[in-house]
C-alpha cells in the first residue's frame, strides 16, 4: 500500500510525541511492505511564528493533498495569559477541521488493565470499561457568531446547529454501535437548550433507521456524573461538540492519562489524527512527555484511513506488553513501578519500537 501522510508537529510537546508515532508508521511499513511517504507542515503558535497565521495556506494545500494527518499539540502559555489576542493557535485546529469537512470526532476510551491504578478511580469500577465517543465537530458554540458589547462587559457565543450536522455525525455514531454491543446514549441538555431539542429530536429521528441499535438519552450533567460512578454503562457516546470536549477529558481520567487517549477526526475525505492532551508547556523539551497517545493515534489511522486492522492491532499489543512489563512514563507510573522502569519520551518510544519488532508479537 502507497500512502502519503502529513505530519503537523505543531507546538510544545507535540514535535516529541510525533516523532515517535511516525517512527511507529516507519516500523509497520517496513515490516509490512507499505510504501508511507511524509511531508511536514506548521500550524498553531509556530504557524503564528512564521507566517503570522496559525494554519498558513501552505499547510492547508498539503492537508488537503495527503491521505491522513498526524497532529501533535496546539497553544502557547503566551494566548492564555493574554484574552485580548486577536490571533490564537488555536483558530488554526479550528479552520482545519472546518475546511476539510472534518465533523466527527471519535475518541475510544481504550483501558489497559495494567494501568487500573494510574487512575483516581477504583480498579472495580474501571474494570472492563470500553467507550468509543462521537463528538460533533464543526457546530457549537466554537463556530457561532461571537460578540462583545461596546462597553466590553457583555460576551456572546452563538451555539448553534443545523439539522444536517447532527444527522451526518449521527450515522457514524450509530454504524459504530451496530459494530459493537448495540447500545448508544447521546447526550444533551434538552431541558433547557433549544440547540439540544433540535439534537434530541434528530437523534430520536435517526434511531428509527437503526432499529437493533439500543438508545439512551441522558443530559450532560447527569452523564458527566455517571461516567465516573459507572463508565461500564457506555459502550458508545453521541454528542455535541461543546459537551464532548469536556466529556473526553473526564474520560481521559478512566484510562490514566490524557497522555494514553488518542482520537480521530473523520468526515468525507482526508483523516486527521490527534493524542486528546494540550501542548504542556511545562514539560516540552525535557523528554517528559507520554508519546503512547500518539503511537495509538497512528494505530487508528491505520485502522480507519487505510484500513489496515492487522497493522493497528500490532501496535496496540506491543503497548499492551511494554504496559505488562512494568514501563511506564511519569504521567501513567503509581507507587508499585519501579524506579528503572519509570521512561522519558525517546525511552518509551524505542521500547514500543522493540516491542513491535518481535516476530511473534502476540
Known amino acids: 500500500m502507497k500512502k502519503h501522510i502529513l505530519v503537523i508537529p505543531g507546538d510544545g510537546i507535540g514535535p516529541e510525541v510525533t516523532a515517535w508515532g511516525k517512527a511507529v508508521l516507519e516500523q509497520i511499513a517496513s515490516q509490512y511492505g507499505h510504501e508511507f511517504t511524509y511531508d511536514e507542515a506548521l500550524m498553531g503558535h509556530a504557524g503564528i511564528e512564521a507566517t503570522g497565521n496559525p494554519l498558513p495556506d501552505e499547510t492547508l494545500e498539503k492537508a488537503k493533498a495527503s491521505d491522513a494527518i498526524l497532529f501533535g499539540a496546539i497553544g502557547h502559555i503566551k494566548y492564555d495569559n493574554d484574552p485580548s489576542a486577536k490571533v490564537r493557535p488555536e483558530q488554526g485546529l479550528l479552520k482545519i477541521r472546518k475546511e476539510l469537512g472534518l465533523y466527527a470526532n471519535l475518541r475510544p476510551i481504550m483501558l489497559f488493565d495494567e494501568l487500573l491504578d494510574a487512575s483516581s478511580l477504583k480498579p472495580a469500577v474501571l474494570r472492563g470499561t470500553d467507550i468509543l465517543f462521537f463528538r460533533e465537530l464543526t457546530g457549537d458554540v466554537y463556530f457561532g457568531e461571537k460578540s462583545r458589547s461596546e462597553d466590553r462587559n457583555t460576551a456572546s457565543d452563538l451555539m448553534i446547529y443545523h439539522r444536517y450536522e447532527v444527522e451526518r455525525i449521527a450515522h457514524k455514531a450509530y454504524q459504530a454501535a451496530q459494530a459493537r454491543s448495540k447500545r448508544l446514549c447521546s447526550v444533551d441538555k434538552a431541558n433547557v437548550l433549544e440547540s439540544s431539542r433540535l439534537w434530541r429530536e434528530v437523534v430520536q429521528e435517526i434511531a428509527k433507521q437503526y432499529p437493533d441499535v439500543e438508545t439512551e438519552h441522558m443530559f450532560i450533567d447527569n452523564a458527566a456524573m455517571q461516567l465516573v460512578k459507572n463508565p461500564k454503562k457506555f459502550d458508545v457516546v453521541l454528542t455535541a461538540n461543546l459537551f464532548g470536549d469536556i466529556l ?109 519488532s518481535k516476530p511473534a508479537l502476540t
Open 248 to 356: 473526553t477529558d473526564e474520560a481521559s481520567q478512566i484510562a490514566g492519562s490524557m497522555g494514553m487517549l488518542a482520537s480521530a477526526s473523520v468526515g468525507d475525505g482526508t483523516g486527521f489524527f490527534e493524542p486528546i492532551h494540550g501542548s504542556a508547556h511545562d514539560i516540552a523539551g525535557q523528554d517528559k512527555a507520554n508519546p503512547l497517545a500518539s503511537i495509538l493515534s497512528v494505530a487508528l489511522m491505520l485502522e480507519i484511513s487505510f484500513g489496515l486492522k492487522d497493522e493497528a492491532k500490532r501496535i496496540t499489543t506491543a503497548i499492551d506488553h511494554v504496559l505488562k512489563a512494568g514501563y511506564r512514563t511519569g504521567d501513567i507510573a503509581d507507587t508499585l513501578t519501579q524506579p528503572d522502569k519509570i521512561l522519558g519520551t525517546k525511552a518509551m518510544g524505542e521500547m514500543v519500537l522493540q516491542f513491535l
